[in-house]
């Protein structure tokens, strides 16, 4: 094993500027003070390690839907989906993935499929892991149609500390599950809105990571997930 890929974890390029800022800072506070400077140099490997980006082993089977996000299972509720992701009036399940400012901030896509829906919702900056978040705060809205016809919508949302949500896909853009489409910066929420019928395999409370972790099967049976908290 390569001990260097585990030390070393590639970062994604949004992240290049934030840790040139926090590198330059620190060596200007090492002309004030000694030790902020190793402040500093602890806050620039932070911001490193904030955006990074690993490579995933990515599930290649048929119909699975993956965790865009790195983070651990908040919410799964029967909601309606908002408006503009264009899945309905019909409440649908949503499984929602909270990231605190320690998890890998990379979205990836859930399932395959074509962008269908592109929405970005101005609104309020809450704590990511309230219920009310999905409706309140800043959020951008994907919907992703499969090549059978299965809608998935997928919400990237700010939270209390996160001030920018980065898409990099547009409408009619191809996505392959598992692909990098998004990122959020610094702590904030997925929510992943699955077609009707379709049962979360996952609990509240369970870790995900991103690209890996199944949230639910489009074809197979249709068992929901109990969870235990122990």
Known sequence: MNMLKIVAVPMHREGRKFVAIFAAVSVGLALVWEPLFW???????WCYYFFRDPVRVVPQQEGLVVSPADGVVSLIQDVVPPAELGLGEEPLQRVSVFMNVFNCHVNRAPVAGKVTHIAYHHGKFLNASLDKAS??????GLTIESPDGARIGVVQIAGLVARRIVCFVSVGAPLNVGQRFGLIR????LDVYLPKGVSPQVAVGQTAVAGETILADLVGPQRQRPGIME
Do not use: A, M
């Open 39 to 45: 402040l500093g140099c602890g806050l620039t490997v």
């Open 135 to 140: 409706e309140d705060n800043e959020r951008n």
């Open 186 to 189: 610094f702590g904030s929420r």
